[in-house]
Antibody
């Protein structure tokens, strides 16, 4: 059973860079796409981007200028960096398996809450 | 970008009712459509992929249909565990989620 676990800071200040890591266990990161998705409190789901294990990345156009997703196959992890955060980036951040055309998100992490506040 | 319009936003129903949620894509996506169930404080759970294929372990009272731009999720005979928020997602071109439908107890 594939399991995903997000890790990163819970509280940030405006203009800082958010860094989150998703650790994958119970399966290899190789051969799959891996996604980041976020959800502001009480609101819907927003796709941030996804990465293939080879390093090919695809981003939501609305966030593309601030987002970097990377993968480390040796550690079975992938990561998210979001630059210049504002209060609008306050949300639950989920990592999940899936991406590309043809693959929905079948395994999800429990999510990590990121709050941006001065 | 492909936009997904989900309706209704809220649905009030009773245990035993049959309910239908609709998702409309702004352009044709074949059957690259998934449905998720989310409960408060939990990550979404994949229920259906490829518009109508049930994930392993998902009760058969859930069903999905549609292709192109119009899709539906039907829950026949609502159970107490089914009161939750449901999202559609297109994965034909990147990802886009619908706005969500909250199924609440009448």
């Amino acid at each position: 059973q594939v399991q995903l676990q997000e890790s990163g800071p819970g509280l940030m200040k405006p203009s800082e860079t958010l860094s989150l890591t998703c650790s994958v266990s119970g399966g290899s990161i190789s051969g799959n796409y891996w996604s980041w998705i976020r959800q502001p409190s009480g609101k819907g789901l927003e796709w941030i981007g996804y990465i293939y294990y080879t390093g090919s990345v695809f981003y939501n156009a609305s966030l593309k200028s601030r987002v970097t997703i990377s993968v480390d196959t040796s550690k079975n992890q992938f990561s998210l960096r979001l630059n210049a955060v504002t209060a609008a980036d306050t949300a639950m951040y989920y990592c999940a398996r899936g991406g590309g055309s043809y693959y929905p998100n079948d395994y999800w992490g429990q999510g990590t809450l990121v709050t941006v506040s001065s | 970008d492909i936009q997904m319009t989900q309706s209704p936003s809220t649905l009030s129903a009773s245990v035993g009712d049959s309910v239908t949620i609709t998702c409309r894509a702004s352009q044709r996506i074949s059957t690259w459509l998934a449905w998720y169930q989310q409960k408060p404080g939990k990550a979404p759970k994949l229920l259906i992929h490829k518009a109508s294929t049930l994930e392993s372990g998902v009760p058969s009272r859930f069903s999905g249909s549609g292709s192109g731009t119009e899709f539906t999720l039907t829950i026949s005979s609502l159970q107490p565990d089914d009161f939750a928020t449901y999202y559609c997602q297109q994965y034909n071109s990147y990802y886009t989620f619908g706005q969500g439908t909250k199924v609440e107890i009448k």
